[in-house]
């Protein structure tokens, strides 16, 4: 049985880095981590092949060589997941789809053969039937979630590890926090369930064995969901990087209530760990109530940010407007926040309403739901927000458009500068060839070669130990700041301008969206 797993195409994303990756001579910023573990659970008598369309184009031959295409991805790969169906059906290919769009939205993916709903683990002889076509056309998700000492390790061997500026690992999913907008819950729970530190070292050391060396994304919805669990992996990954000399950089995504806890941070560090993304959300108390969000509430998100700089741990993190209690003050606040806060990454998105979420839900019973999200957060919002939709998009506009001016983007990253702590300059990857590179096309040809300079000298003053990170920032900003301005900020004030012709219509939720409602 010949097996093709097809990962579908992303539209550039704040995320994607699309700009940045031809400077650092990449295709994609992260592997799909979700299809090689798939793969990690089929049997031996299958034959696989993976495709990424971010690094390689899906051509006739592949599909034609497939008895079955496997595709997973998210929200905003959908159109790519749908175009990827139609072209291996038109092939008479089975199609398999699942993943965290298929898991949460499996109606809108009748066009694929199965529906592959939920998470694989344990699940081997349902994913088989799947895919030989032994079983329906929908796989529902089972009762209970699997426990991830049933996660087998992920077939990194199937990745062209030279397309990618960073690999990936999971040590856990879940998170106990009860966000409303949040769609992680829903899918993995609110229980964390974690791999054993074996595990996670197995799967480092899988990809130490393939040669890679440099940064290791922990994929985790909060790496510290389980407070007990992440202290005792931690020491093991520090004699792991310390008896390999330190090759990984490793970064992740944790709960903002992390600065309250100086163990776990200084193990962080200890352990590789060089940046976390914070969910930091809105510095207005009165929306992160509204939103359940009561963990960010422990401590101010300036001081938060200023103690896990101080530690060593560089703050990534996402901000969101339209809450029902933002107004044009609430917005104001945000800006302000920003101007001044040490996170040169900052990422502004726009409240959606996620299937399956207890936002959805509640906007469904209020009867504000337009239409399930694309994932794109640049056009109007998928609900009637209670604040006066022009100015919301406006206001968004003008903030993004202040934060991603070169000015505003290097005062972030000087504000860190200012915090961080001398760094450890021997997980950086790229070295000399990567530096050359962003010299000429940044410091030299760019349009933006004040910021280079300003950033690099100001780097070097520090400390010359801080040289790759101001070049990797300098690279950072320049994806950052031409995404916004080229993209983003043009779509949102089109989007705005729409309104004043066309006014927002309500759209019936579907039948779907009534029964998610009503529990
Ligand atoms: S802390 Fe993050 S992962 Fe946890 S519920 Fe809130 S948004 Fe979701």
């Known amino acids: 049985m010949r097996v093709l797993l097809v990962h579908p195409a992303f539209p550039i994303t704040y995320w994607g880095f699309q700009h940045a990756l031809p400077i650092i001579d990449k295709r994609a910023t992260l592997p799909p981590l979700g299809l090689i573990t798939v793969a990690a659970h089929l049997p031996p008598a299958a034959e696989v092949r ?17 008895d079955v295409v496997l595709i997973g991805g998210m929200r905003i790969q959908a159109p790519s997941m749908h175009a990827i169906i139609a072209r291996a059906r038109a092939m008479r290919r089975r199609t398999v789809v699942g993943g965290p769009a298929a898991t949460t939205a499996p109606d809108e993916f009748a ?28 796989v529902p998700a089972p009762a209970t979630r699997p426990p991830l000492a049933d996660a087998r390790r992920p077939r ?31 899918i993995f729970g609110r229980v964390p369930r ?12 899988a990809l130490y064995r393939l040669g890679w060396r440099g940064t290791v994304f922990l994929v985790d919805d909060n790496f510290i969901g389980n407070r007990r669990e992440v202290a005792a992996l931690l020491p093991a990954l520090a004699a792991w990087q310390a008896a390999h000399d ?45 939103i359940g969000k009561t963990q960010n509430l422990r401590r101010g998100p300036a001081e938060a940010v200023a103690i896990l700089a101080r530690a060593g ?8 407007v339209g809450f029902d209690s933002d107004d ?95 760094p450890d300059t021997r997980v950086r ?27 690099l000298v100001a780097a070097v003053r520090r400390s010359p130990a801080f040289t790759s990170w101001a070049i990797e920032k300098a690279i950072q900003g320049e994806h950052l700041i031409r995404y916004t301005q080229e993209q983003v900020v043009p779509r949102i004030r089109a989007a705005a301008a729409e309104l004043a012709t066309e006014p927002a219509r309500l759209v019936e939720p579907t039948p779907r969206d009534a029964r998610v409602a009503a529990h």
Request: proline content about 6%; charged content about 20%.
């Open 50 to 66: 993976l495709i990424d369309l971010a690094v390689a184009p899906l051509d006739d031959a592949a599909l034609a060589w497939a």
């Open 111 to 138: 066009d694929a053969d199965v529906v592959f709903v939920g998470e694989v683990e344990g699940r081997e002889r349902e994913l088989w039937a799947a895919v030989t076509g032994a079983d329906p056309q929908r």
């Open 156 to 186: 990194f061997e199937l990745l062209d590890l030279t397309a990618y500026a960073s690999m990936s690992v999971q040590y856990s999913r879940g998170c106990p926090f009860r966000c409303e907008f949040c769609d992680v819950i829903e």
């Open 194 to 205: 974690v791999k054993a530190p074996a595990q996670v070292i197995d799967e480092l050391d």
């Open 246 to 290: 330190r090759p990984m950089a490793l970064y992740t995504e944790a709960s903002v209530d992390l600065a309250g806890e100086p163990a776990l941070m200084a193990g962080m560090v200890a352990a590789g760990f060089g940046a976390v993304f914070l969910g930091i959300e809105t510095p207005s108390e009165a929306a992160l109530r509204g």
């Open 313 to 320: 741990l560089e703050v990534m993190s996402g901000f969101i």
């Open 328 to 422: 044009a003050g609430a917005l104001a606040a945000q800006r302000r926040f920003l101007a001044a806060a040490p996170i040169p990454l900052a990422m502004v998105g726009l409240l959606t309403a996620l299937p399956g979420t207890a936002l959805w839900k509640r906007l469904a019973r209020e009867g504000r739901l337009r239409a399930a999200s694309g994932g794109d957060q640049y056009v109007r919002p998928n609900f009637a927000p209670v604040m006066d939709e022009r100015a919301l998009l406006e206001g968004y506009a003008d903030l993004l458009a202040e934060i991603y001016a070169p000015e505003a983007y290097l005062a972030r990253c000087l504000a860190h500068l200012a915090l961080a702590p001398i």
């Open 429 to 455: 990857a790229g070295g000399p060839r990567i530096a050359a590179r962003a010299l000429w096309q940044l410091g030299i040809a760019g349009p933006r070669r004040a910021l280079f300079w300003r950033l």
